[in-house]
């Protein structure tokens, strides 16, 4: 298993366990791992990200390889433009939801996606040995990027209906997070005819707005802004701007599940016989309007990664995650908030119906996830627990327990703090609430059980 890289890149609190000198040798490795430059490097509007993105060329600088600083950007610009650019690879400075004190790395190949779970154990052990690059024949440079937000945003308009847009123009509420987000979205949706209200538009690392991670908890005055100007719909974006919640016209906030089957319906329409990646925690529709369509789902491990390098050698069409995170293929095989707003807005130009008209018209869905603090080794000894309790189930990721296709429960620990996270499907609100309940009680009774017998 990783050390060091969780569910999405490498992430820790800043100058506590992921401090300038582990960010210098980590990089050193990294550097080793590619080989060859040039590297781009990007970071988020954290208040650590800048001075760490010195270090992290810095570093790729002393191992012989050139860099290029591409400044704030969102995670998807980058991973975009090191694919379109022709760069060996990329490093974008990013806890991406995590709170404020907290930074991390993600990593792309030169294919523009994550690299893969196996790669990361490359670098690992690179790192752990120290094998990195020492004394190259020359130093490497690094040099300013200045064309990746305009080759982002022409990526994702050249994947649209521009005309039809235009020609509705169309109400948008941009809640903005605080996040990198702001430095595209919004000149993206002025080059569209849109009319946009922004909220959370100016970049802080401390997102005073409403935290860093889009919730339905926490998007109240986005709720509020799409009933009060009448908008068409409305989106918000996370810290690096890679996932995105949308809001339909009734103000209502939709989880990632609904907005992604609105989206699939919608491409697939267009592009029957197609393939879907999507992971264990995503509710069950999926497979019927993909069926409704002669395509395929393919479940994955819970993680960005683990869906975009499925997609990868597949060629799927379609990726994401219940969480918000959508994967256009034709554009870049990574969760992209921009490019997923592109698309909502092409369907709406499309349809005849509002987007709550929409939603009203898919199967009946009712999922929801909830977290509990808990250490890693109580999330070893509460897995481990449950696998007892339920020999028969899918541990794959954690453990998914099943009682049929549209009723189950899935527990297993965050790859990016020290949580346990719960996920459920029922057939009916009622159901899982009493599912969740049920395993929520479970899972805080094991765990409090085994602290106690820690402390004994």
């Known amino acids: 298993m990783a050390k060091f890289f969780g569910t999405n890149g490498i992430r820790g609190v800043f100058s506590e366990d992921f401090t300038l000198e582990f960010v210098h040798d980590m990089t050193l490795a990294i550097a080793t791992y590619f080989k060859k430059g040039p590297i781009l490097v990007g970071y988020d509007g954290r208040e650590s990200s800048q001075i760490i993105a010195k270090v992290v060329c810095s570093a790729i600088n002393y191992a012989g390889l050139d860099s290029n600083n591409a400044g704030l950007v969102p995670t998807p610009c980058l991973e975009y433009a090191v694919k379109k650019l022709g760069y060996s690879g990329g490093i974008m400075i990013t806890a991406s939801h995590n709170p404020p004190q907290y930074n991390g790395i993600k990593l792309a190949a030169n294919d523009g996606v994550e690299i893969s779970r196996e790669d990361e154990l490359i670098i690992e052990d690179i790192f752990?040995?120290?094998?990195?690059?020492?004394?190259?024949?020359?130093?490497?440079?690094?040099?300013?990027?200045?064309?990746?937000?305009?080759?982002?945003?022409?990526?994702?308009?050249?994947?649209?209906?521009?005309?039809?847009?235009?020609?509705?123009?169309?109400?948008?509420?941009?809640?903005?997070?605080?996040?990198?987000?702001?430095?595209?979205?919004?000149?993206?949706?002025?080059?569209?005819?849109?009319?946009?209200?922004?909220?959370?538009?100016?970049?802080?690392?401390?997102?005073?707005?409403?935290?860093?991670?889009?919730?339905?908890?926490?998007?109240?005055?986005?709720s509020k802004t799409v009933q009060q100007n009448n908008a068409d719909l409305g989106i918000a974006f996370d810290g690096d701007g890679d996932r995105s919640i949308f809001c339909d016209n009734n103000g209502d906030i939709l989880t990632g599940d609904k907005s992604a089957l609105v989206l699939t319906k919608f491409?697939?329409?267009?592009?029957?016989?197609?393939?879907?990646?999507?992971?264990?925690n995503s509710g069950s529709n999926i497979e019927l309007v993909a069926n409704e369509f002669n395509s395929k789902v393919i479940r994955t491990k819970v993680g960005s990664v683990e869906v975009s390098r499925k997609m990868v050698p597949t060629n799927a069409l379609i990726g994401f995650e219940e969480n918000g995170g959508f994967m256009f293929g034709k554009h870049n095989q990574v969760r992209d908030g921009c490019m997923t707003l592109a698309l909502m807005l092409e369907f709406l130009a499309?349809?005849?119906?509002?987007?709550?008209?929409?939603?009203?018209?898919?199967?009946?869905?009712?999922?929801?996830?909830?977290?509990?603090?808990?250490?890693?080794?109580?999330?070893?000894?509460?897995?481990?627990?449950?696998?007892?309790?339920?020999?028969?189930?899918?541990?794959?990721?954690?453990?998914?327990?099943?009682?049929?296709?549209?009723?189950?429960?899935?527990?297993?620990?965050?790859?990016?703090?020290?949580?346990?996270?719960?996920?459920?499907?029922?057939?009916?609100?009622?159901?899982?609430?009493?599912?969740?309940?049920?395993?929520?009680?479970?899972?805080?009774?094991?765990i409090s059980d085994n602290t106690f017998k820690t402390n004994l």
């Open 128 to 222: 752990l040995k120290k094998n990195w690059i020492k004394n190259p024949s020359k130093w490497g440079i690094t040099e300013k990027e200045d064309r990746t937000i305009n080759v982002y945003v022409d990526g994702i308009t050249s994947q649209i209906d521009l005309q039809k847009i235009k020609s509705k123009n169309l109400k948008v509420v941009l809640d903005l997070g605080n996040g990198a987000q702001a430095v595209t979205a919004p000149i993206f949706c002025k080059s569209l005819g849109c009319e946009i209200f922004l909220i959370n538009e100016k970049i802080d690392g401390l997102f005073p707005g409403r935290g860093s991670e889009p919730t339905p908890q926490n998007l109240s005055e986005l």
């Open 267 to 280: 491409i697939l329409q267009k592009n029957p016989n197609s393939l879907v990646v999507t992971c264990l």
């Open 350 to 446: 499309t349809s005849e119906k509002t987007l709550s008209e929409e939603i009203s018209s898919l199967p009946p869905s009712f999922t929801t996830k909830d977290k509990v603090a808990c250490s890693q080794e109580d999330s070893k000894k509460l897995i481990q627990s449950l696998k007892e309790e339920f020999p028969n189930s899918d541990t794959t990721d954690g453990i998914k327990i099943t009682s049929n296709s549209k009723n189950w429960v899935m527990i297993r620990p965050s790859g990016t703090e020290s949580i346990i996270r719960i996920y459920g499907e029922a057939e009916t609100q009622q159901k899982l609430d009493t599912l969740m309940s049920k395993y929520l009680q479970k899972v805080r009774s094991v």
